[in-house]
């Protein structure tokens, strides 16, 4: 994968000013599937956010979603060819497409194409990536806790999912 990533993150020294804390290439990354990659930039453990301290917010389970009233902040590599993988989190996710080209596929079949400037929100629908096209493209997301839906169609999303499992 070329996904690479220099991430600078600023906080304040012990008189208050202002300062770098990491200047660094995030190694938190991991491969659920041949033809993607998922990096963890930061997270948020509440709203409103901690501001202060030195932990790196980096240092959160790649695959999981944001904890209770949390947020992620990632950036995904999708081949040429990525494999399959319909999925859904009870998250809002806004999603910027850095670098080339995908199509985003709902459960029903609709598809949009989506270019490098694109933007998209993702409101808690199954859906899918495809790239079709012949360079990688690359997603920066930030997925915000949201309220599980708890109408009769989520239910059954969820048996669905449960029994393609199986």
């Known amino acids: 994968m070329v996904l690479n990533l220099r991430r600078v993150v600023t906080g304040h020294d012990s ?10 290439h995030p190694t938190n990354r991991i491969s659920n599937r041949p033809g993607h990659e ?14 202060l301290g030195d932990q790196d917010g980096a240092a959160w389970p ?3 979603p944001p904890i209770p009233q949390g947020s992620i902040f990632r950036l995904i590599e ?17 999603a910027v497409v850095i670098s ?12 949009v ?3 490098a400037g694109d933007v998209l929100v993702q409101r808690a ?3 899918d990536w495809i790239n079709r096209g012949h360079e990688p493209c690359v997603i920066a997301f930030v997925l915000l806790d949201a309220k599980p ?11 669905a999912r449960s029994d393609a499992k199986e």
Not at 82 to 91: A, F, G, P
Not at 150 to 159: I, P, Q
């Open 15 to 24: 008189q208050g000013r202002a300062v770098v804390t990491i200047d660094d």
């Open 38 to 51: 998922s990096m963890v930039v930061w997270t948020t453990s509440g709203t409103p956010a901690e501001i």
């Open 62 to 64: 790649v695959s999981t």
């Open 78 to 94: 999708y081949l040429p060819g990525v494999e399959s993988r319909m999925h859904r989190t009870d998250t809002i996710d806004y």
């Open 100 to 111: 080339g080209e995908i199509d985003m596929r709902l459960d029903h079949g609709q598809e």
């Open 113 to 115: 194409h989506l270019k």
């Open 125 to 127: 629908t199954i859906h």
């Open 149 to 159: 839906r708890s109408d009769a169609k989520a239910r059954s999303d969820a048996k």
